[in-house]
């Protein structure tokens, strides 16, 4: 029988161009119609790219066609006007693109880290991802949009101002063989930032489009917690690959993961998945304690349907390494905590794929 159930699952057999995922599980597919053997569909891109329009809309058209009882399938590709000038790329989140100034050149993922509050560990889950896509092979840089309460700094040992080139152009910092910038590099530890949206959209544009990031495999961006104005309209000007939720076990974590949910869908940004922190205790007599429960993170991936990245336990070393500007990551990736945080850096880096 033809349902709109059974077409939304026929089109999950087409991908994004360039991309191993389906533009179902991205979230393109907004509406679908079919009666009397007639299907009509609706997919909303956010890239402007008129071939990948355009070939969505063949091999949708193709896969519908097949299904039993179906006389005729339109398939309607919704894409924002075209940008002025080349946009490399093409990623469904926009690709290369963006709505204002464009990505740096050379950056070919873009993934933001997003917590719906504060208090998960979220800051400490990007450096370590960072470190743990780096220690998978890539070429990485961690950009702190934490403009208020930046602390990537402190997490990756690293301090001083960033040089500025010929060309007004700042040369993020490195350590531990990732490629940094932040709010903490400009102004005094002790000197509170006191700006409104526009300034921040403006400051993370330039941290992105006037710092020389050169060739990076993955830019991961530390969003601040939350899902106010800030977090919205920087989704909104950022072309952003894909969003990486994390949470804690508990309910009052939850319950504001599904805003943050709702939050990258609303701007279009496809969810890679979401990272359960501080998942359990491990005591020194082997007693596994769950401190804040255990598994909400796994059941909530399940109910949202998007993938789970994995579950990271309470490791004093993660507190320690953060502490002391070495991530466990760096500083002992073959240790427990060090190989939790590599396993969710490998399954970020398939959910990216």
């Avoid at 080349?86 to 926009?94: K, L, N, Q």
């Amino acid at each position: 029988m033809l349902t709109q159930e059974s077409v939304k699952e026929a089109l999950q057999a087409v991908k994004f161009p360039g991309y191993s995922r389906d533009i179902v599980s991205f979230g393109m597919v907004k509406d679908i119609a079919c009666g009397d053997g007639a299907v009509s569909v609706v997919v909303e891109m956010t890239s402007n790219d008129p071939e990948k329009g355009a070939l969505i809309k063949k091999e949708a058209e193709a896969v519908i066609q097949g299904l039993p009882d179906v006389r005729m399938a339109y398939v309607e590709v919704k894409q924002p006007p075209a940008a002025s000038g080349p946009t490399p790329g093409g990623a469904p989140g926009g690709g290369a693109q963006w709505q204002g100034p464009q990505r740096a050149y050379g950056i070919k993922k873009v993934i933001a880290v997003a917590s719906g509050k504060g208090g998960v560990g979220k800051s400490t889950l990007s450096v370590n991802l960072a470190c743990a896509l780096k220690h998978l092979g890539h070429k990485v840089g961690l950009l702190d949009c934490d403009i208020y309460g930046p602390s990537v700094p402190l997490m990756m040992g690293a301090g001083g101002r960033p040089q500025v080139t010929a060309a007004e152009r700042l040369v993020p910092l490195e350590t531990h063989g990732v490629r940094l910038m932040s709010m903490g590099f400009i102004v005094d530890d002790d000197q509170p930032v006191i700006w409104r949206g526009p300034m921040i959209q403006k400051t993370v544009h330039q941290f992105i489009n006037q710092t020389e990031w050169g060739e990076l495999d993955y830019l991961l961006v530390d969003l601040p917690p939350g899902t106010g104005d800030a977090q919205l309209s920087l989704c909104q000007t950022t072309a952003i690959d894909g969003g990486v939720i994390v949470t804690t076990p508990q309910e009052a974590s939850l319950g504001v993961v599904r805003k943050g949910v709702a939050m990258f869908a609303k701007v279009q940004v496809p969810i890679l998945g979401i990272v359960e922190n501080m998942s359990y205790f491990t005591a020194p007599g082997g007693e596994r304690v769950e401190i804040f429960g255990h598994g909400g993170g796994k059941a909530e991936a399940e109910r949202t349907n998007v993938r789970f990245l994995g579950e990271v336990p309470i490791f004093t070393e993660i507190r320690e390494g953060g502490d002391s500007g070495v991530p466990v990551v760096a500083g002992a990736p073959d240790s427990p905590p060090g190989k939790a945080l590599i396993e969710v850096g490998r399954a970020v880096e398939q959910a990216s794929a």
